[in-house]
Nanobody, 121 residues
Framework: VQLQASGGGLVQAGGSLRLSCAASVRTFGTYAMHWFRQAPGKEREFVAA???????YYADSVKGRFTIARDNAKNMAYLQMNSLGPEDTAVYYC????????????????WGQGTQVTVSS
C-alpha cells in the first residue's frame, strides 16, 4: 500500500486547507484511514480517522474545525481544515489501518510521506 499526501501549504490564521491522501490499493474501502501530525520538537499525534463504514473520530484539539472524509471510488481520503491557528502548524501524515472497522490513535500499518502545513499568525 502506498499513500501520497498532498495539499499542505502556508496559510494565515483563520484560513482553511484541504489535505488529500491518494492510496494505491485495490481494497481501499476496507481500510480505516487516519491523519496524524507532528510539530517541530513534538511527538506525533492523532488528528482524525474514518473507518471503513464511515464512522469518524477526532482529537479534541481539532473537533469542530476539521472534517475527515473518504471517497472509496477514487481511493482518496481528505482532511478539511478550517479556522486554522499557529498551533496547527505541523507535518501532516495520512495512514491506513488494515482493520477497517477500528481506529488506532497511536500507530498504523501504512504511512504516507507527509505534507507540511504552516499557519502564520
Amino acid at each position: 500500500v502506498q499513500l501520497q499526501a498532498s495539499g499542505g501549504g502556508l496559510v494565515q490564521a483563520g484560513g482553511s486547507l484541504r489535505l488529500s491522501c491518494a492510496a494505491s490499493v485495490r481494497t481501499f474501502g476496507t481500510y480505516a484511514m487516519h491523519w496524524f501530525r507532528q510539530a517541530p520538537g513534538k511527538e506525533r499525534e492523532f488528528v482524525a480517522a474514518i473507518t471503513s463504514s464511515g464512522s469518524t473520530y477526532y482529537a479534541d484539539s481539532v473537533k469542530g474545525r476539521f472534517t475527515i472524509a473518504r471517497d472509496n471510488a477514487k481511493n482518496m481520503a481528505y482532511l478539511q481544515m478550517n479556522s486554522l491557528g499557529p498551533e496547527d502548524t505541523a507535518v501532516y501524515y495520512c495512514a491506513a489501518k488494515r482493520m477497517g472497522t477500528m481506529i488506532d490513535k497511536t500507530s498504523s500499518d501504512y504511512w504516507g510521506q507527509g505534507t507540511q502545513v504552516t499557519v502564520s499568525s
